[in-house]
T-cell receptor, first 112, second 114 residues
Framework: DTGVSQDPRHKITKRGQNVTFRCDPISEHNRLYWYRQTLGQGPEFLTY????????KSRLLSDRFSAERPKGSFSTLEIQRTEQGDSAMYLCASSRLVGEQYFGPGTRLTVT | AQSVAQPEDQVNVAEGNPLTVKCTYSVSGNPYLFWYVQYPNRGLQFLLKYITGDNLVKGSYGFEAEFNKSQTSFHLKKPSALVSDSALYFCAVRGDTGGFKTIFGAGTRLFVKA
């Protein structure tokens, strides 16, 4: 396995700007998850894809957040009109069936 | 609602002694339970899981965990701690009904002293 990769690893942006993150899952994994992690907390579920279908989205996720997985392979997470409270580590994970999730290294977002 | 509780922010243990990191959960339906470890400047790594079957599951690096349905617990254990086990440990749960969301605990920092 080549592992889950995420790009960029770090992003600094000004409040009000839009940002987009990319996740490339392990190739044979059809399930993909996005999480947000802040200091001292565990990962917080954002959304889940099975193949290209977005099957679940956290109610905590505002309309400024959107995610896609257009061909059931890589996924993007976009945050529009960023706010300082969006500063966090954004994690992507993939899995097969109901098994363990394999996490990427994360994208650290800093909103100034 | 689904939830995970890791009651200890930090666990301190001497090298060679047994360690336990506690986890309790609340979930709809039957639980799928996981432990992950996070080393400094590294991503989350899977340690072990309980889906069904034997209540005692064994995982990576000599760790094991015991599923206790009546106490809704899934404590992580290791018979003999190593300094290299020092890291942040997360318990996670997903129910087999009610969606695909996986809930993580807040984490427990394990410190193993030489």
């Amino acid at each position: 396995d080549t592992g889950v990769s995420q790009d960029p690893r770090h992003k600094i942006t000004k409040r009000g700007q839009n940002v987009t993150f990319r996740c490339d899952p392990i190739s044979e994994h059809n399930r993909l998850y996005w999480y947000r992690q802040t200091l001292g907390q565990g990962p917080e579920f954002l959304t889940y894809f099975q193949n290209e279908a977005q099957l679940e989205k956290s109610r905590l996720l505002s309309d400024r957040f959107s995610a896609e997985r257009p061909k059931g392979s890589f996924s993007t997470l976009e945050i529009q009109r960023t706010e300082q409270g969006d500063s966090a580590m954004y994690l992507c994970a993939s899995s097969r069936l109901v098994g363990e999730q394999y996490f990427g290294p994360g994208t650290r977002l800093t909103v100034t | 609602a689904q939830s995970v509780a890791q009651p200890e922010d930090q666990v301190n243990v001497a090298e060679g002694n047994p360690l336990t990191v506690k986890c309790t959960y609340s979930v709809s339906g039957n639980p799928y339970l996981f432990w992950y470890v996070q080393y400094p400047n590294r991503g989350l790594q899977f340690l072990l899981k309980y889906i069904t079957g034997d209540n005692l599951v064994k995982g990576s690096y000599g760790f094991e965990a015991e599923f206790n349905k009546s106490q809704t617990s899934f404590h992580l254990k290791k018979p003999s701690a190593l300094v290299s086990d020092s890291a942040l440990y997360f318990c996670a749960v997903r129910g087999d009904t009610g969606g695909f969301k996986t809930i993580f605990g807040a984490g427990t920092r394990l410190f193993v002293k030489a």
